[in-house]
């Protein structure tokens, strides 16, 4: 969802970027931001919290996140492409689950003005489901694993890994969703291309790369 559908990652780096002022650190870089993406909200905040040596707790840290945040997800968009797939997935009939490591209150607050899109979604897993045992989420596959669980309960099929396609846009998330055995198809942040590397050797030929999702060729895959 975040970074992929919406644009809240942009969101988070400025309100990280605003905690780090504060405190005469910063700024978050892509070279860091890019080992945050897609990771559980503890483990993302204290990776920041260890990287610029802030004088805080997890805790703390996490008060001054929320309340800075509640004031900014309403603003939240989606990205270029992501409402025309959903509107595309769901007129084709093609179960579609989201998947996301935010928390259900971060997911409400997140997509409470975009409810009309978000509802078309057949199966919603959040990051802080008890079903995925502690210390599992991405860039482990559990949270794919239970996503497409639910698909296959909900419509009574019998649907493989292999036969899906994950979307993404954090290298985390796209190790996971290739330990999932799903296809990836992967849209990074503009703005991550520079500090991604090899990214060849991080797909290793279980998916694709694209600028957009504008760019998906849905026919590619009989849809």
């Not at 959903?86 to 409470?112: M, N, R, V």
């Not at 698909?151 to 846009?169: H, R, W």
């Amino acid at each position: 969802m975040d970074g992929l559908l919406i644009n809240t990652e942009d969101i988070y780096t400025v309100v990280t970027n605003e905690v780090l002022a504060e405190h005469g650190k910063g700024p978050l870089t892509w070279d860091v931001k890019i080992q945050l993406q897609g990771l559980p909200g503890r483990e993302a905040s204290k990776k920041v919290i260890e990287h610029f040596q802030l004088p805080l707790t997890y805790e703390e840290f996490e008060k001054i996140n929320v309340e800075k945040q509640n004031h900014k997800w309403a603003t939240c968009e989606f990205l270029p492409g992501a409402l025309e797939l959903i509107q595309l997935l769901k007129a084709k009939d093609i179960p579609i689950a989201l998947c996301t490591s935010s928390a259900k209150y971060k997911f409400e607050g997140k997509t409470g003005h975009l409810k009309d899109t978000f509802s078309l979604f057949d199966v919603v897993i959040t990051g802080d489901d008890p079903r995925i045992p502690p210390g599992r989420g991405k860039p482990y596959p559990d949270i794919w694993k239970l996503g497409l669980q639910e698909l296959n309960k909900k419509f009574d099929l019998s649907v493989k890994p292999e036969e899906c396609i994950i979307f993404e846009d954090g290298v985390p998330g796209v190790t996971s969703a290739k330990a999932a055995g799903a296809y990836v198809v992967w849209v990074p942040h503009p703005e991550a291309h520079k500090v991604l590397g090899d990214t060849a050797s991080i797909l290793d030929g279980k998916g694709e790369l694209l600028q957009s999702l504008e760019l998906f060729n849905s026919t590619k895959f009989g849809l």
